[in-house]
């Protein structure tokens, strides 16, 4: 079962809430939510990983640009409620450099909007999510070059073959 990933924006902090296990195919939305976040100010990133079951590594990637936005801009990043083993997966690529953690519950009603996408996500934008959440992680720690090196390569061919398809 595809994670439902759910948004909430109170005063320029997002509030994002991960149900089941999030994968590249939930990951466009929020790199769409990054990119537009690095045009503005915020006032924190609250990942709430209670009801995640797992995390591929696209996912935790974006989830890194979301957070290096926060650092850039001095607000808070913060991963909530994550057990032990996403714990392990995100400490394992070096978001501990970024985020802190806390085992604490929202305070009062958030505003949840689905981040599914509203339009079909096509599969250059998801080869394109793939390739900047993965450089994303190798930029935030070197021990990650190796990890992804070759998926970053293989992605790079796949999106330039695609894009010049497209332009036949």
């Given at each position: 079962m595809k994670a439902k990933i759910l948004i909430a924006n109170e005063n320029g902090q997002y509030h994002i809430k991960v149900e089941g296990?999030?994968?590249?195919?939930?990951?466009?939305?929020?790199?769409?939510l990054a990119r537009r976040l690095s045009e503005s100010p915020m006032a924190g990133v609250y990942v709430n990983l209670e009801s995640c079951s797992g995390m591929d590594s696209t996912f935790i990637g974006v989830v890194a640009m979301l957070g290096l936005h926060?650092?850039?801009q001095n607000v808070p990043a913060v991963i909530l409620n994550s057990d032990e083993s996403n714990k392990k997966l995100?400490?394992?690529?070096?978001?501990?450099?970024?985020?802190?953690?806390t085992e604490d519950a929202y305070a009062g009603l958030k505003k949840w909007s689905d981040g599914a996408p509203t339009e079909k996500v096509d599969a250059l934008d998801t080869a394109k999510t793939v390739l900047s959440a993965h450089e994303?992680?190798?930029?935030?720690?070197e021990s990650n070059?190796?990890?992804?090196?070759n998926v970053v390569e293989f992605v790079k061919k796949d999106i330039e073959k695609t894009e010049s398809q497209d332009k036949k």
């Amino acid at each position: 079962m595809k994670a439902k990933i759910l948004i909430a924006n109170e005063n320029g902090q997002y509030h994002i809430k991960v149900e089941g296990r999030a994968t590249f195919e939930v990951s466009s939305p929020l790199r769409n939510l990054a990119r537009r976040l690095s045009e503005s100010p915020m006032a924190g990133v609250y990942v709430n990983l209670e009801s995640c079951s797992g995390m591929d590594s696209t996912f935790i990637g974006v989830v890194a640009m979301l957070g290096l936005h926060a650092k850039k801009q001095n607000v808070p990043a913060v991963i909530l409620n994550s057990d032990e083993s996403n714990k392990k997966l995100l400490n394992g690529l070096g978001l501990s450099k970024i985020f802190t953690y806390t085992e604490d519950a929202y305070a009062g009603l958030k505003k949840w909007s689905d981040g599914a996408p509203t339009e079909k996500v096509d599969a250059l934008d998801t080869a394109k999510t793939v390739l900047s959440a993965h450089e994303t992680l190798m930029g935030i720690d070197e021990s990650n070059v190796p990890r992804f090196k070759n998926v970053v390569e293989f992605v790079k061919k796949d999106i330039e073959k695609t894009e010049s398809q497209d332009k036949k």
